[in-house]
């Protein structure tokens, strides 16, 4: 069983950056996926990010390409979301999710578990 609990939420201006940081208590963090999912209020909820257990493959949202950046630290069982230029409608709450992997190289786009939240939000 995996916990996870996100930190580095808080209120930004437009075009500012934030850096979001997930800490799982797992014994082995290297066998998970692990992603990022937002939910804003009346929008369907969105998996921004996910990166392989290795780090070395990751997918993207079309709405964040190019602006966010997700990786981990397999030393630190911890995964980052580094999120810069942020946009008003980048404002939401941003859970951690995890999801066992049995292939290295696998991104997830679903996940079994998530972490509590924390909220993101972009003054325009």
């Known amino acids: 069983q995996v916990q996870l609990v996100e930190s580095g939420g808080g209120l930004v201006q437009a075009g500012g950056s934030l850096r979001l940081s997930c800490a799982a208590s797992?014994?082995?963090?290297?066998?998970?996926?692990m992603g990022w999912v937002r939910q804003a209020p009346g929008k369907e909820r969105e998996t921004v990010a996910a990166?392989?257990?290795?780090?070395?493959?990751?997918y993207y949202a079309d709405s964040v390409k190019g602006r966010f950046t997700i990786s981990r630290d397999n030393a630190k069982n911890t995964v980052y979301l580094q999120m810069n230029n942020l946009k008003s409608d980048d404002t939401a709450v941003y859970y951690c999710?995890?999801?066992?992997?049995?292939?290295?190289?696998?991104?997830?786009?679903?996940?079994?578990?998530w972490g509590q939240g924390t909220q993101v939000t972009v003054s325009s």
């Open positions: 999710a995890a999801e066992p992997q049995r292939f290295s190289f696998w991104v997830p786009r679903t996940f079994s578990t």
């Open positions: 990166i392989s257990r290795t780090g070395d493959s990751a």
């Open positions: 797992v014994r082995t963090f290297s066998d998970y996926g």
